[in-house]
């Protein structure tokens, strides 16, 4: 396919999205059914409005722009990603994969392209999990991996349920379901994205084709201990769990490295969280993943006994197997792009969950040359960023006839 894409074609698009949801930071916080979700949501449906795309919106949430009719001409091509972000998370992850998505449309109406097959593009919702704790919710509530009366039962950190933030947003919980008609309008999905790493910087290439996604987890545990006073309690009567948590990070550390995986403590919570009060509780999470599925759940059962030791519980919040992404798809996509070279990832992706479901899905990283993400510091170079849509464009060429 001869056509290209600008720089000022990209600008137009991303200089849209960008000021949304933006913290003082510099880093992003678009949360699921908040104001700035609300309003990227918006924007997207306005942008494929303006292309001419029929706008649907599934039993879970997620954002479907077609062009075609999958329910006459048979399941579609759906390319696309997410808008939400992680708290003071980039610009790229997510908005870079439906923002070259968006204009892979363009490039295909320039070319005169009328797709033999429908194409669709989709804003997949509430992919990070931020607001409510589960990563992929969208994908996972869409495919029947998580069930509707869980979800609408999670709550934010000031307590609202999904029920009662999706009343806020206008939408009516009792709607929320696994939607398999949605599904079944997809033939296949191929998902561009930042990547998260620093892959492609050693490989010396723009984009290279994703092959399989981690097994990756989310555990919540729990350390009770007994509020008091920190001026008038002796050290020796204090049952004080920041000691049990800070002891239980290390130990996550040392069995990270002892089982081959990765595992982080990243998110904390203290109650009552004063400063002259010693804890009555302390609720700490556990992201764990790694190439092996069996490796990360042997760490995860040590932790778990670890923090049994001092008295306290874990629970599961997610867990998702190591997901391969489809090997004709993958291959197909390999020869399109010049032999791009491939890499796993040890991020979870909607792609990974449609995977999952059953549906050809593959991916398409775009360099990142820190490698850093979930951070206002993720960056791609705007050179590579027109690769990404290249690349796409490509692929999509290729897989809607
Ligand atoms: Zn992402």
Not at 157 to 178: I, K, Q, T, V, Y
Not at 239 to 264: C, I, K, N, Q, S
Not at 340 to 367: C, E, K, Q, S
Request: some cysteine; proline content about 6%; charged content about 20%.
């Amino acid at each position: 396919m001869p056509a290209t894409v600008s720089q000022a074609e990209f600008d137009r698009l991303w200089n849209q999205v960008e000021p949304i949801g933006r913290a003082a930071s510099g880093g992003y916080r678009r949360f699921a059914w908040t104001q700035p979700d609300l309003a990227l949501r918006e924007w997207f449906a306005a942008a494929c409005a303006e292309r001419g795309l029929d706008l649907t919106v599934d039993r879970a949430g997620n954002q479907w722009a077609w062009w075609g009719n999958p329910d006459d001409a048979g399941p579609g091509v759906a390319i696309g990603s997410h808008l939400d972000s992680v708290p003071d998370g980039g610009a790229f992850d997510g908005p870079l994969g439906v923002v070259s998505s968006l204009l892979v449309v363009d490039m295909l109406r320039r070319e005169g392209v009328s797709p033999a097959r429908p194409l669709a593009v989709v804003n997949f919702t509430d992919e990070e999990g931020a607001r409510f704790g589960v990563a992929c919710g969208g994908s996972r509530l869409l495919t029947g991996a998580l069930a509707a009366q869980r979800a609408l039962a999670l709550r934010d950190d000031d307590g609202a349920s999904l029920a009662e933030a999706l009343r806020a947003a206008g939408r009516d919980p009792e709607e929320l379901a696994a939607d398999p008609a949605a599904v079944g309008r997809v033939g296949c999905f191929v998902e561009l994205h930042v990547e998260q790493g620093r892959g492609l910087v050693d490989l010396g290439r723009p984009v290279a084709v994703g092959t399989a996604i981690w097994g990756h987890g989310r555990w919540r545990f729990e350390l009770p201990g007994e509020a008091n006073h920190a001026g008038t309690t002796r050290l020796a009567d204090r049952r004080d769990p920041t000691l049990a948590y800070a002891t239980l990070v290390l130990r996550a550390r040392d069995l990270a490295e002892r089982h081959g995986v990765l595992a982080t403590c990243g998110k904390v919570r203290i109650d009552p969280n004063g400063v002259n009060a010693i804890p009555s509780l302390v609720t700490g999470w556990l992201d764990a993943r790694g190439d092996d599925d069996a490796a990360v759940q042997a760490m995860v059962a040590d932790f778990a006994q670890a923090v049994a030791g001092f008295g306290g519980t874990l629970a599961e919040e997610s867990w998702t197997d190591r997901t391969p992404f489809d090997t004709g798809l993958t291959n197909r996509l390999h020869a399109a792009l010049d032999q791009a070279p491939y890499l796993p990832t040890g991020a979870g992706h909607d792609a990974g969950i449609l995977a999952n479901a059953g549906l050809p899905t593959a991916m398409l990283f775009v360099r990142n040359p820190s490698g850093v993400s979930h951070s206002p510091a993720e960056y791609a170079e705007p050179a590579d960023c027109l690769a990404g849509v290249q690349a796409l464009a490509r692929v999509v060429a290729g897989l809607v006839g």
